[in-house]
């Protein structure tokens, strides 16, 4: 059974076989770059559906260590700036070129989310920032695959200028808490055939 | 639209709203405690397709940077060994009540599997741990929504063991490998009410 969940078109499916259902939503899912995501990006309400999503994550503690923070358009600009900045402080050297390269990574993905790990403190629960990565994880598998449910492209994407003191100060964030990716959301401009994946005998062993 | 994916009874959906069937498998999940956990398990056909989703995850720079291992019955003894030890190790007063309970953990779900994160070394990839336990996460996500299609219950667990040098010996980890969770998976024996859940305002901001 396969399933087009990129189709806007009802379909009928026997959901006696609900594996293969979950298998075509998560084996649909494949990383788009940024540039090759356009307009529409999804409507405010597919959004709020989809980031709901989100908190439904494993949560060891009910911590809920991790947000997410919607840089709206009005916002690129000054996010390139950022990200320029953060290229001059780690190279002083960068061409202009360089660093109008960097502005312009503000610029693609018609949706752009931070995902922001609160990480532990001294005075906070026991549970480590690994374990926490990993919610941080699952929640944004639950937001890809909600955005790919309703036919979206997506990619992730970080680099050095994640811990800038740029971006840092953009995004306001707390001393406990680091900015680990972002989520690009839009429509696939250009699809891809998707990579070739890792074989399970690459992956699985047994004791 | 609801759906009960524990049911195996052939349901027809109409996935002109694919967003709902794939929020209706997401919100399903929730954790069970491996206490929680009994026979059946999934077959071995039915563990080689939940892991295969596991190679579906987004994977920056295509490192695979995490591996599982199954934890068969006949090596559950030898775990819960490995547990007390640990403890032994961090807790030289640990009463043989508190041992007897570190090794009974090892025997509760019907499948367990460890998740292993192959980290960052010094010749590899710049690719930081954080990112790969980010993939690590999306990874276990896909193979607990595989488990939840197919009607099995799910919980993740860790521990200070986890960094033990006994449980680092016997899963035979490399240097550059972190023993991060395990995921117990099995039948539920006893549901109990989904938790409440973060809202949305609790995790999401605009810029």
């Given amino acids: ?87 001059a402080d780690r190279d002083c050297g960068a061409t202009s070129q360089q660093m109008e390269a960097a502005r312009e990574k503000a610029q693609r993905a018609p949706l752009l989310l931070l995902a922001v790990l609160r990480a532990a403190t001294p005075g906070s629960s026991h549970i480590p920032d690994s374990e926490r990565l990993v919610c941080l994880g699952c929640a944004v598998q639950n937001v890809l695959l909600g955005a790919q449910a309703l036919g979206f492209g997506s990619g992730l994407t970080s680099g050095q200028a994640m811990d800038s003191a740029h971006l840092r100060a953009m995004f306001s964030l707390a001393e406990s808490e680091r900015a680990i990716c972002f989520l690009n959301i839009g429509t696939v401009q250009s699809p891809r055939p998707s990579r070739e994946r890792p074989r399970l005998e690459d992956f699985v062993s047994t004791l």
């Fill in 1 to 87: 059974m396969t399933l087009d969940l990129c189709s806007r078109e009802p379909v009928c499916i026997a959901t006696n076989d609900p594996l293969a259902a979950a298998a075509a939503l998560i084996s649909a899912r494949q990383n788009t770059s940024a540039k090759r995501l356009g307009e529409p990006a999804p409507s405010g309400q597919q959004l709020r559906a989809v980031l709901g999503l989100a908190a439904h994550a494993p949560d060891h503690g009910a911590l809920n260590p991790w947000r997410f923070v919607v840089v709206p358009m009005a916002e690129r600009f000054r996010l390139g700036e950022a990200f320029a900045r953060a290229l």
